[in-house]
């Protein structure tokens, strides 16, 4: 039997995920339990060991997380309840009294290491590069030695009594990670804004059929804010879309549509209608329309290069 109150994150403590977390009131008072995968702790939450699980699902810079998205479309019956958006601030931190000059090693999780790659070249062209299993094992690590640094949050430098050598030191601004709030039953009322996540499952690989699945949501004015696809896990050349629509699947134009794909075209798993996050206006990607010459001369270019 699972204590009602257990919810389980990406440890150990000081991670992005607590931090992420912490940001939710309710969330942070809870009975947090450090696991070692976004794998563990979905299983645990299907088993009853947990009552909730909180995961990375998606990175602005890294992509989804396949991991969380696997399980929740293969290996567990569980309903998505919640999104956080998270803006990640690498930092360089290191003991008391170490400067910039003073580092010989820099400690960090591969992904975070990638982030700052630029920043590492650059300024830390003379220091030795080394891997951890997280963020937050590399500040633990870090406390522990003179003359390193790790590249973590503030909340796992402060916990392992690091200090800021250098702020904000990733190669691109805005990055964000998307996590979720994951239980096994339960589906939070409506609030006007909202979002719906499912995965589908083609029943026949033949031209057209995901046009005619987008159509449905296309049809009815539904706005997709994600498509993505993963291989089914089945044969070569299979594969199932994770979709992100707006809408509760107790609006009515998402609950036809969702009848009309079910009945006619494909399998589809529910994994949850929950409130979105805030999220940054719309920017503008500097993109802009060319003219038919322009695309023309483009596709010209490409075809000189076949033999």
């Known amino acids: 039997m699972s204590d009602s109150n257990r919810l389980a994150f990406l440890g150990p403590f000081g991670t992005f995920t607590e931090q992420a977390l912490r940001t939710q009131t ?8 450090p696991m070692r995968t976004f794998g ?28 969380t998205l696997d399980s929740l479309a293969f290996d567990n019956e569980l309903l998505i309840q919640r999104e956080v958006l998270l803006d990640v601030k690498m ?6 009294g170490v400067s910039m000059a003073d580092i010989e090693v820099v400690t960090s999780h591969p992904t975070a290491n990638g982030q700052c790659r630029e920043f590492l070249a650059k300024e830390m062209g ?17 406390g522990e030695r ?37 239980g096994a039953s339960g589906i939070p009322p409506a609030t006007g804004a909202d979002k719906t996540t499912l995965a589908i499952f083609q029943r026949q690989n033949r031209a057209g059929s995901l046009l ?22 089945t044969v070569m050349g299979q594969y199932c879309f994770l979709i992100d629509a707006e809408g509760h699947i107790g609006d009515e134009s998402l609950s036809e549509a969702l009848l009309h794909i079910k009945t006619d075209l494909a399998d589809v798993k529910f994994l949850g209608s929950y409130p979105a996050a805030a ?25 000189g290069q076949i033999s």
Request: aromatic share 4%.
């Open 91 to 96: 930092n360089l931190m290191a003991p008391p």
């Open 26 to 33: 309710d969330l942070a008072e809870a009975d947090l339990v």
């Open 146 to 182: 003179t003359n390193e640094a790790a590249l973590c949050n503030t909340l796992s430098g402060e916990l392992y009594g690091l200090e800021v050598v250098a702020a904000d030191v990733a190669d691109r601004v805005g990055n964000q990670t998307r996590f979720v709030l994951v």
């Open 40 to 67: 563990q702790i979905l299983d645990a939450v299907a088993d009853g060991s947990v009552e909730r699980g909180f995961v990375a699902i998606e990175n602005a810079l890294e992509g989804t997380v396949n991991a």
């Open 212 to 233: 005619a699945i987008l159509h449905e949501f296309a049809d009815r004015g539904i706005n997709l804010t994600k498509l993505t696809s993963r291989p089914a896990k």
């Open 279 to 303: 999220r940054r206006p719309a920017t503008a990607t500097g993109a802009a329309d060319i003219e038919p010459s322009d695309a023309q001369q483009w596709l010209s270019e490409i075809h």
């Open 126 to 142: 003379y220091a030795e590069i080394r891997v951890a299993t997280s963020t937050a094992e590399a500040a633990r690590i870090v």
